[in-house]
């Protein structure tokens, strides 16, 4: 589907900021968006196939969590990927994507009766957390069999990577059976041997900040317990492994590092056998699928400057870059500086804090960068942001979700967008906000004990 006469991402950007400012859809009367590079997507999923190309049988699903939008969903189900999902919304943003039930992985860790009663009968593939879980489970199939594979989340303990809300094997970690515990190796085999239908392992060591060799170690252990239990069990009980996701993504700089092809080495120079074609393998990986391709485009309200600081004000703040103002170290961004038609800025630099709308004082999204210097009407992007930001939001200060649109150029930079996201309107926010109610508390005072509110 990726045409190969695409710009290369760096211009392809450019070229849609541009196009974006002259199309009026990011400027004064609509000052936030996001935009996403379909070709850079596409090609991430190719590279993501090609490194896993091999005797063993992949299904590879995005982490919808990294981007719930049911456009791009729908774009990764056509180009052959199935979904992970965590809660009810994404399931059901998964399934309005067009993705089968068969194609779904359901991995939450506070997973429900109803949503386990639907997963199991439509076919989802289940990772169960915890013991408990499992016998929830149990008592819902009542002697049936599941309708799709169901698996059990381990966790290799094996430690934290560089972010540790990002880590999610460490020894006290709150996902999965902890495998390091007292008695646990043999509580799992013994789960195994008392369910029959129980067929998959399922690890995710962690995401940004987890070095190859720690999510490598992750994956040989759940491995080592599947053939444990195989072995142990007399057949092959054991026919899925589901490795999880959690390629670190590079903010640094433009190029891919760590790639796939780099994780699959990883992974084959620490377990040879997990690709032999025993197992069918499961992936689920978000950021690095989505990540560099997405950019933040805002327009710049004001410059000031502050006891010597040089601060500009711009529309993106912790509403869309939630991670990195609230742990900028671990979540640092790129930042480009455009003039007020979209072209990049040149000239002379200054140090500058890029700061966003939010009404506390450590909304910024850049500190102390060096950039050319930035005046009001000039456009400020973040780059890297295609997974976890304009997808994510957090409605601080009742600020509107933006809109965003997808992109794709050709060779000779003409730009095509589409719509993915309308932006929220402030109607909405206020309707979201309880509007239908407006009179519930003024209600219950006037009638209920003690005084209602005096004037
Ligand atoms: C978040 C998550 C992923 C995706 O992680 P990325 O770092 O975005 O690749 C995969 N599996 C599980 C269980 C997750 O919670």
């Excluded at 039930?101 to 593939?125: I, M, Q």
Aim: glycine share 12%; charged share 20%; aromatic share 6%.
């Amino acid at each position: 589907m990726a045409s190969s006469s695409a710009l290369p991402r760096e211009r392809a950007r450019e070229a849609a900021l541009a196009h974006a400012v002259d199309e009026g859809l990011l400027g004064p009367g609509s000052p936030l968006v996001g935009l996403l590079d379909v070709d850079g997507v596409l090609a991430a999923v190719n590279a993501l196939k090609e490194a896993f190309e091999g005797p063993a049988t992949v299904h590879h699903t995005f982490a919808a969590k990294a981007c719930g939008l049911v456009p791009v969903l729908r774009l990764l189900a056509e180009a052959g990927m199935g979904c992970e999902v965590a809660s009810p919304g994404e399931l059901e943003q998964a399934l309005a994507a067009g993705f089968s039930p068969g194609r779904l992985v359901f991995d939450s860790p506070a997973k429900t009766v109803g949503e386990l009663e639907f997963a199991l009968d439509h076919g989802v593939a289940v990772n169960v957390d915890n013991f408990q879980e499992l016998e929830r489970v149990d008592r819902l199939l009542a002697g049936r069999e599941p309708a799709g594979p169901v698996g059990l989340r381990v966790n290799p303990q094996v430690g934290a990577g560089a972010i540790g809300a990002m880590s999610t094997a460490t020894a006290t970690s709150k996902f999965g059976v902890p495998l390091r515990d007292p008695g646990a190796v043999d509580a799992v085999i013994d789960a195994f041997a008392r369910r029959p239908w129980l067929n998959r392992l399922h690890a995710h060591v962690g995401s940004q900040g987890c070095p190859l060799p720690l999510i490598a170690q992750g994956i040989g252990a759940a491995y080592a317990l599947a053939e444990r239990i195989n072995h142990q069990l007399g057949h092959a009980r054991i026919t899925g492994l589901d490795i999880g996701g959690g390629l670190p993504v590079n903010f640094g700089g433009e190029d891919d590092r760590p790639t796939y092809a780099d994780y699959v080495a990883e992974l084959r120079r620490a377990t040879p056998g997990l690709f032999d074609g025993r197992y069918t393998l499961v992936t689920e990986f978000g950021r690095s699928l989505l990540a560099k391709s997405g950019t933040i485009g805002s327009v710049v309200e004001y410059t000031k400057s502050a006891g010597g600081r040089r601060i500009a004000v711009t529309h993106a703040g912790a509403q869309v870059a939630t991670r990195t103002v609230f742990m900028p170290d671990a979540w640092p961004l790129r930042v480009g500086v455009f003039d007020p038609a979209g072209r990049p800025k040149e000239g002379p630099h200054q140090v500058v804090d890029i700061a966003g709308p939010c009404c506390f004082a450590g909304d910024l999204t850049a500190t102390a960068r060096e950039l050319p210097a930035i005046g009001p009407g000039d456009v400020v992007a973040l780059y890297d942001t295609g997974a976890y930001y304009f997808s994510s939001h957090f409605s601080y200060n009742s600020l509107p979700r933006p809109a965003v649109y997808g992109y794709r150029t050709d060779a000779s930079g003409r730009v095509r967008l589409a719509l993915i996201r309308e932006a929220q309107t402030v109607r909405e926010v206020v309707e979201e906000s309880g509007l239908s109610h407006a009179d519930a508390l003024v209600a219950l005072c006037a009638d209920g004990p003690g005084q209602g509110p005096s004037r």
